[in-house]
């Protein structure tokens, strides 16, 4: 799991180092098309099939697929305009959303502590918005627009898990994230077309390893679920939140003020606790809650 978050958060060191000469979509699409060359060859390696046992699976993980495209767009352009760490919080704050819309969506009860832990992250969040003390220019810290757009991303993130969640027939890791980087090459590519930079053999490189540890993240988060408890899953929003903040100090001279930090340790902690206690899944699921973080 520590592997997992370090390579998450190099990639977002990638994604913020290459955002001011790179297009975002172009970013998207070299992150998606790297780790498609890269899980392919797996899924060949250990003989999973590209289609589900069931064709109208499909559709579901097309879905799952459109919106980890919209989250991951999300949460490269939030990477680029806010602190680090806060900026991989949001992306990990995907389990409330998957709280809510197995409620909506599935039917789902909704007990007390769950609501509470909800209710818990969205008050940190709002806290990682604000100055310390009064302000001529205002009560907010962050520009709200990328802030907001973070939130959609991990909103699109839960989804895609509840996507995936519906369906009965138990679909592998790796064909998951297959529909997810197939359909996010497939919709960044004429995105990033548009406005496509050639890149320096510099910033090709960068490129390419910005996959590579995204890649790494995925990899390394499947191989922990299988060994670990499932549960143990929701600790990687700790881990990402520390290292992001860590890389953030060192690389960008990043500095949260002292309600920030206040709010970041109540998102994560109000999502760990989900993990912990508010919502564990199931077998069948399991695939599912891997595919759905962010990057």
Known sequence: MTL???????????????GPSVPQFELVFFRSFVNLL?????????????????KSLVGLLTLRGLAGFGGLSCLFYTV???????????????PVFVILFSRIFLG???????????????AGMSLLV???????SGILALPFLPF??????????????????AATARVGVNTIIFYFVGVSTLLSAPLAARNFTIPTWEIAFQLIFLGLFASLGQFTMTQGFRH????????????NAAFSALFGWFLFGERLNSIQWVGLWVVAGAIGYLGFYGYRPDKTSKAALVSQQPG
């Open 4 to 18: 997992s978050a370090v390579g998450f958060s190099v990639m977002a060191v990638f994604v913020k180092t290459l």
């Open 38 to 54: 890269v899980v392919l060859p797996w899924m060949l390696h250990t003989r999973e099939p590209v289609l589900p046992p069931r």
């Open 80 to 94: 680029t305009h806010l602190p680090l760490s806060i900026a991989m919080l949001l992306g990990w704050t995907s």
């Open 108 to 122: 789902e009860r909704l007990t007390r502590k769950q609501l509470g832990a909800v209710l818990f992250a969205f």
């Open 130 to 136: 604000l100055k310390v003390g009064p302000s001529a």
């Open 148 to 165: 907001l757009i973070g939130i959609i991303g991990a909103a699109f993130s839960g989804l895609a898990y509840v996507a995936v969640r």
């Open 228 to 239: 670990a408890p499932a549960a143990l899953v929701s600790t990687m929003s700790l881990l």
